[in-house]
């Protein structure tokens, strides 16, 4: 599903397309892209926001025991919100976090993005907000 359609984001939409098409065989992957009119992200932010994506949607696969995703990129005039969710068992916290997840706190600091694990009764969300600039 896509709101306020514009090309920027059904270049993200697509890009996240391409990205999980290949986990369509383990997973039901449903993806909404929302895009405030004018907004352009730095090449720097877009990586960062992908490495972090590829990273949680690698530990849904690996840990989750999952069967449906579903990711929410919503962009304002202030903050870039991206959401993914699944079904599986849950996040188990381990005494010390993996490299995955000391990658994605590495990366949404060199944002200054705040992200956060909330725990549902069937599956984890996760959720990073990012503070950007967008011009005119």
Not at 10 to 27: A, E, G, S, W
Not at 44 to 57: D, N, S, T
Not at 69 to 88: A, E
């Amino acid at each position: 599903t896509l709101d306020r359609s514009s090309a920027a984001s059904d270049v993200y939409k697509r890009q996240i397309q391409d990205f999980t098409t290949p986990l369509h065989n383990h997973l039901k992957i449903k993806i909404r892209c929302t895009q405030y009119p004018i907004l352009k992200l730095s090449k720097k932010v877009k990586l960062h926001l992908f490495r972090i994506f590829q990273e949680v949607m690698n530990n849904i696969i690996k840990h989750s025991y999952g069967s449906e995703v579903h990711i929410t990129m919503r962009f304002s005039n202030r903050n870039v919100v991206l959401s993914i969710l699944d079904n599986g068992i849950g996040f188990i916290q381990k005494t010390k976090p993996g490299l995955g997840l000391y990658n994605i706190k590495l990366r949404a600091s060199k944002l200054n993005a705040k992200y956060k694990f909330i725990i549902h009764k069937k599956g984890t969300q996760f959720i990073i907000v990012t503070p950007i600039k967008y011009s005119l």
